[in-house]
């Protein structure tokens, strides 16, 4: 249903664009949509939210300037560019499909998750 892609290894500084390719059979373009991460020993978090048109978005604080979150549904993909890289954003990160049209930042407002795709980030 969500299949995350785009992670790897990069050095502190860099720049990465995970994808999420959202299938239009079990998840409708109409519903908002997240990205989450699990960091190694820690619980997950939010990342950033954006709304079923893209109209609107949300961000964790310690993201903020640094990600941007985007959707395409013509492609039914959704995107998270993240540039300037720190160490503390290693984590696998997960994309979600909400349960509503709007942004969410609670993980129970999730429907719908990928199986996660690992980002490294070397100092």
């Known amino acids: 249903q969500l299949q995350a892609s785009g992670g790897g290894l990069v050095q502190a500084g860099g720049s990465l664009r995970l994808s999420c390719a959202v299938s239009?059979?079990?998840?409708?373009?109409?519903?908002?949509m997240g990205w989450f991460r699990r960091a190694p020993g820690k619980e997950r978090e939010f990342v950033s939210s954006?709304?079923?048109?893209?109209?609107?978005?949300i961000y964790a604080d310690s993201v903020k300037g640094r990600f941007t979150i985007s959707r395409d549904n013509t492609k039914n993909m959704l995107y998270l560019q993240m540039n300037n890289l720190r160490p503390d954003d290693t984590a696998v990160y997960y994309c979600?499909?909400?349960?509503?049209?709007?942004?969410?930042?609670?993980?129970?407002?999730?429907?719908?998750w990928g199986q996660g795709t690992q980002v490294t980030v070397s100092s």
């Open positions: 954006v709304s079923w048109n893209g109209g609107s978005t």
């Open positions: 239009p059979r079990s998840v409708s373009s109409n519903n908002g």
């Open positions: 979600a499909s909400a349960r509503s049209a709007s942004v969410s930042a609670t993980d129970y407002q999730y429907r719908y």
